[in-house]
Structures are given as structure tokens and as C-alpha cells.
């Protein structure tokens, strides 16, 4: 059976993973080990001995990123660095997780694996020069992925989820963003859709996996509500009136050009995510 090693226990990508995987599953939580100590995560990589390494681990507070670049960095690609050069002379893959706002938008169709990048912000830079750093392992594997959701962690459908909630009855709408587009993806599509990757020993390069389709988050956030059966108007507004520190894509959605799996479209995986949390109350 495989051995997995999971960065960034905790976080929506990484709980998806503990769920599906086969095998023996070491699930790394940042507090137990900082992927930023080189020394620690390389004796606990070795002391494991994994045939895969699933790095989710990832600063991903795209405004925070802006006044925090130094921590970025650290983890995005000091972080990223040294994961790779833990399992340096051994034949253990790497997974890596990387974004749509390595793109800048302006290609007006989603993009696919050999369009250029050119990142707005800290945070997509920072990503970036982690996929880099991936790509440069003979056995290195860069996931692009976007708009990440589950009903666990801090994601967008559970924030309008719960915003929803709170306005519900009160005649009060929620404003959201109408003018950026990607590809919702649900984490458990996204990691079945990276095992049987994985599995297939589909060799070492970049391949874009998200939701197919894609939307606003304004058209995202009036799904959530629909879904759940909230009685709340979702008010569109632009990127401009949001105030947001960091530029964003105005159109971020991707697609493949690889011959991988095809991500369910976006819709299903919000209405199992949405399944899940609306009896939680």
C-alpha cells in the first residue's frame, strides 16, 4: 500500500486527502511541523519514507500576502524548497498546489497548462516561484487548482453561507464581487481527481484540475443561497467598490490541455458541499 505524506494538515485540501486516501497517511499539521524549518521536515520525511509527498501546505491569504510578503515567501517558496530537497535523493514524488492568479486575467478564455503567467499580486508570485521550485524534482507534479471549497476551513461558500444566514429575514442584501470569473472547485473532486492521477503514474509537469465551468463570485455566492434556501438578495458589485488590497484576475477560469481526469462541473460540488453544512444549521 502507498505511503503519503500530507503538508498542511488541517486545511481544506489536506482533510479531503485524509478522507479518500488508501495507504498509510501521515497528515502533518503546521503547529506540529513548520515546513519553513528545513532540518525538522527533512528528518520527519526520511523517519516516513513516503512514495508521495502531497504539499498543501501554502500561505494563502491573498490580501494578507500584500502586507506580508516576507512570510509569503517563506512559506510559498522557502517552505516549497525545502519539501523538495527532503526527499532529494530518494524516488518520492511531489504534489504541489499552486493557483489560477499565477494568471493575470487579460486572456479573455480559460487558460490552459502553456499559457504564460504573469501574476498580479504577492500572493501569486510567491506561488509561482513554488511551482518552480517542484518543477526543477525529476519527480515533481504542479496541480493548479482554483476558488477552493469544502464544508471544512475557511472558504468562500462557507462564509457566504453563514453571511446568508445572519441576513436572512432582515431585508439586508449581500454584496458580492461580479466582475472576477474562475472554477469553483470542491476539494474532494479535486483529490480523487489527484489520486487517480497519482495513480495512473502520469509523469512529472504541470496540469491545471478544477471545477469545469466557471462563474463570478457573485453567481457563486447566489448558488450557495439558492441552494440553501435563504431568503436573501445577493447584490453584485464590482472589484473597484470591494476595496480589496490585492489585484485580482478579472478572468481567471482553467482548463487542460493534458490527457488527465475532468474535474466535475463547479455547480455539483457546491450543492454537495452546501448538502453538508445546511442541516449543521
Keep these: 500500500m502507498p505511503r503519503w505524506f500530507v503538508t498542511g494538515g488541517g486545511g481544506q485540501l489536506a482533510t479531503a486527502f485524509a478522507d479518500l486516501l488508501e495507504g498509510e497517511v ?6 506540529a511541523l513548520d515546513i519553513r524549518d528545513a532540518e525538522a521536515l527533512r528528518v520527519a520525511v526520511h523517519a516516513f519514507a513516503p512514495d508521495c509527498v502531497l504539499h498543501c501546505a501554502a500561505y494563502t491569504d491573498v490580501d494578507g500576502a500584500e502586507a506580508h510578503a516576507e512570510t509569503a515567501e ?5 517552505g516549497t524548497r525545502n519539501v523538495v530537497e527532503a526527499v532529494r535523493g530518494t524516488h518520492t514524488s511531489v504534489v504541489y498546489f499552486s493557483t489560477d492568479y499565477v494568471f493575470d486575467g487579460q ?3 480559460p487558460y490552459v497548462e502553456s499559457d504564460a503567467t504573469r501574476p498580479l499580486n504577492v500572493y501569486g508570485r510567491t506561488k509561482l516561484a513554488g511551482e518552480r521550485e ?3 524534482w525529476v519527480h515533481g507534479l504542479v496541480v493548479r487548482t482554483a476558488w477552493l471549497f469544502s464544508e471544512t476551513g475557511h472558504n468562500f461558500v462557507r462564509s457566504i453561507l453563514a453571511a446568508a444566514r445572519e441576513r436572512a429575514g432582515t431585508g439586508e ?3 458580492v464581487v461580479d466582475d472576477q470569473i474562475g472554477s469553483p472547485t470542491y476539494a474532494p473532486h479535486l483529490a480523487a481527481a489527484v489520486d487517480e492521477v497519482v495513480r495512473r503514474g502520469v509523469g512529472p509537469g504541470l496540469y491545471h484540475l478544477a471545477g469545469s465551468g466557471y462563474c463570478s463570485w457573485c453567481e457563486l455566492a447566489r448558488e450557495v ?8 438578495e445577493v447584490e ?3 472589484t473597484r467598490e470591494a476595496g480589496r488590497p490585492a489585484r485580482r484576475p478579472a478572468f481567471s477560469a482553467l482548463d487542460t490541455e493534458r490527457p488527465i481526469p475532468r474535474l466535475p462541473h463547479w455547480a455539483e460540488g457546491v450543492a454537495q458541499a452546501v448538502d453538508k453544512l445546511v442541516p449543521l444549521g
Design 236 to 238: 453584485p458589485i464590482t
Design 134 to 136: 517542484v518543477l526543477g
Design 74 to 78: 517563506a512559506v510559498n517558496v522557502t
Design 225 to 232: 443561497v439558492q441552494l440553501a434556501g435563504l431568503d436573501v
Design 107 to 109: 486572456k479573455g478564455a
Design 173 to 175: 442584501p449581500l454584496r
Design 26 to 31: 501521515l497528515l502533518n499539521r503546521e503547529e
